[in-house]
């Protein structure tokens, strides 16, 4: 079992930068792949950056280049940082991870509750 708990969002204007927190329990089998997975209001949610052992990264082309993701090992975190932010990244966040390899995930099997972004023009 896994405990993701996610921190960080936050209501920002167009062209500012927040940095995303996931807290995981314990790193094991079942965190082999991890990512962030985003649902804006009215759309189906959808996986955006990825990570897995070696740290090969994965993203989605419409956060390529201005988000990133990483993972330190040591503090058990999962990071995301978001710069260059549009208010079409508004949205809930989501930490996630499965026990198979990544690619650009598009299913999970351990979701965080989830945080909040608001990116106001």
């Known amino acids: 079992q896994v405990t993701l708990l996610e921190s960080g969002g936050d209501s920002v204007q167009t062209g500012g930068s927040l940095r995303l927190s996931c807290a995981v329990s314990?790193?094991?089998?079942?965190?082999?792949?991890m990512g962030w997975f985003r649902q804006a209001p009215g759309k189906g949610r959808e996986g955006i950056a990825a990570i897995q052992p070696g740290h090969s990264t994965y993203y989605a082309d419409s956060v390529k280049g201005r988000f990133t993701i990483s993972l330190d090992n040591a503090k058990n975190t999962l990071y995301l940082e978001m710069n260059s932010l549009k208010p079409e990244d508004t949205a809930m966040y989501y930490c996630?991870?499965?026990?198979?390899?990544?690619?650009?995930?598009?299913?999970?099997?351990?979701w965080g509750q989830g945080t909040l972004v608001t990116v106001s023009s």
């Open positions: 996630a991870s499965r026990s198979t390899t990544c690619g650009l995930m598009n299913w999970a099997e351990y």
């Open positions: 314990a790193f094991s089998h079942s965190t082999y792949c």
